[in-house]
């Protein structure tokens, strides 16, 4: 347990890496405004799950913030256009994850004169009711901009026993990704006013704002404007220890409060929510300014771009165009990262649009990414357990993903592993062990996927066969009815008389 400047109690959390940061390569100048492609690819979903039904027809012309697709539900972001001009259509494009996948996406021709929507703030929302506040940041599809892209009102309503606090976390704990430090040391009044606005979504009485020990400006910053905004004394601005990753939710929760989020619960079951930093400045446009969410901060950096920096880029920008305008590669680009180096992506193309969830566009040298020497056999050292900040046993995880042992893993709680490389990073055998588990739970995923697929047809076949046996039945019944009826014999006479009497006055 150690105290942070601001004088709170912080706890620990297990395991966890000291890093070297890198972030003053792309923070010496101020976040520039990337210019608008002539060509942009909006991808329809930007977070697990369900998509919304398409709003706008090919050929159609479209306004900046204007809704592309829509739906009631809260799991469902709604994707809006990030420019004006006309959408060509919806396209398949390269995305992320898993390798060499597509996405659907809509593509949009900018006209190059960026006409908004009418702006649709919400002036009182200090006296509003929670649910008018969530549903208002649904409408303008806000999803988490931590990278998770959770969609925030699914995040802010739910059926919970009341959440006391609200965490913000702009502890950006991965090398070289500077955009929240940025956000926070340039526009320091939307991230405690956007702070206020969730708080407000959620009843809470209390907000944490989580910065790491080293951002002493924009501690300064955020202070100014708390003093200034926060006359309850509401707001509190902790700097925690840097030690990747204390940005994890799970890891950044146990740091400030001493609790562990349950394996198989959620952080509102201990009264807690925890949102970005960057996600409030959203809620804060999305209230105050009235505009969707159609743009965010992006780093830009690494060895192999020429002149890294922050970006305010739009939604469904090219990767490649932004490293344009950021110079271009370098010789030394060897690799491209969508994320930071511990817990990113690699990109097979520049091609990749950015979406709501990308922080940073990373391109690293030769000798960062090759291997120094090639994966060996787990030598059961346990570097990798010491450092799991998931309290999980990575090697035992690996080796029951690698035998295909789906059941297995998922018992050692894979699920609980929040991709953050620390034990990659340790593992004297260089085993690329996220990879393995990134395919591990896509593979569960399949599986629950096709489980649930396989319930639901037994489910409608059992339906079914329910619903014959019934007509079945019915129709013996009948049939035993009318049997008995002819078994007697006035009776039988009774209805061969209406029979004949019936086809006489049809013949008429
Ligand atoms: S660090 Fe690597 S070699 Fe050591 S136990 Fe873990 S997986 Fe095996
Ligand atoms: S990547 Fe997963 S298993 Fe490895 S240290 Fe991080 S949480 Fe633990």
Redesign the pocket.
């Known amino acids: 347990m150690s105290t942070s400047q601001a004088g709170y109690r912080l706890h620990g959390f297990p ?1 966890g890496l000291k890093m070297r940061h890198h972030k003053q390569v792309s923070c010496r100048q101020p976040p520039a405004a990337a210019e608008i492609p002539e060509r942009l690819y909006i991808p329809i979903g930007q977070h697990q799950g369900e998509v919304g039904m398409l709003r706008a027809e090919p050929g159609e012309r479209v306004l900046k913030g204007q809704a592309l697709t829509a739906s009631e539900d809260d799991f469902v972001v709604p994707a809006h256009a990030s420019t004006s001009g006309n959408v060509a259509g919806v396209v398949e494009w390269p995305a992320s994850w898993p390798p060499g996948s597509s996405r659907r996406c809509i593509e949009l021709i900018s006209d190059a004169r960026d006409e908004s929507v009418e702006p649709n703030p919400l002036p009182d929302w200090h006296t509003l009711d929670p649910e008018n506040i969530i549903d208002h940041l649904r409408s303008m599809g806000l999803a988490g901009l931590g990278g998770a892209m959770f969609p925030t009102a699914a995040k802010l309503r739910g059926d919970w026993n009341g959440i006391d606090t609200l965490i913000l976390n702009g502890a950006e704990c991965e090398p070289w990704i500077s955009c929240d430090e940025m956000l926070m040391r340039t526009r320091p009044e939307a991230i405690i006013e956007g702070a206020r606005i969730l708080a407000r979504a959620v009843s809470a009485g209390r907000v944490l704002i989580a910065i790491e020990d080293p951002m002493d400006e924009v501690g300064a910053a955020l202070e100014t404007i708390r003093r200034e905004n926060d006359p309850d004394n509401n707001i509190q601005i902790v700097r925690i220890p840097a030690v990747y ?1 204390e940005g ?1 939710e799970r890891q950044l929760i146990q740091t400030l409060t001493g609790l562990e989020v349950p394996h198989d619960g959620l952080p509102q079951d201990l009264g807690l929510v925890c949102h970005n930093v960057a996600t409030a400045a959203a809620a804060f446009d999305a209230v105050e300014t009235g505009l969707a969410l159609t743009e965010r901060l992006v780093t830009v950096t690494g060895p192999g771009i020429a002149e890294p920096r922050n970006f305010s880029a739009r939604i469904g920008t090219r990767i490649g165009e932004l490293v344009a305008q950021a110079g271009g590669y370098t010789d030394q680009a060897t690799r491209l990262v969508l994320g930071g180096p511990m ?1 990113g992506i690699a990109l097979p193309t520049d091609d990749i649009p950015i979406t709501k969830g990308s922080n940073c566009v990373l391109a690293l040298e030769a000798d960062q990414v090759s291997r120094p020497h090639p994966t060996l056999p787990c030598i059961n050292c346990g570097a ?1 357990v010491a ?8 090697q035992l ?2 080796k029951a993903v690698a035998a295909d042992h789906d059941d297995e893993a998922a018992e050692l709680n894979l699920f ?10 340790v593992c004297p055998s260089h085993i690329p ?2 990879d393995w ?1 990134r395919h591990g739970k896509d593979r569960l995923r399949l599986k629950q996927l096709d489980q649930r697929r396989a319930s639901l047809a037994k489910r409608r076949f059992d339906a079914r066969q329910a619903r014959l046996e019934k007509a079945e039945a019915e129709r013996q019944a009948r049939r035993e009815r009318r049997r008995k009826k002819l078994a007697e014999p006035d009776q039988a006479k009774s209805e061969i008389q209406a029979a004949i009497e019936r086809a006489r006055r049809k013949k008429d």
């Open positions: 395991g990753p994890g817990s990798c450092v799991c900040p998931a309290g999980l046993l990575p995880l690996f609980d592993c929040i991709e953050c490389g620390c034990c990659a990073q062990l996220v588990y």
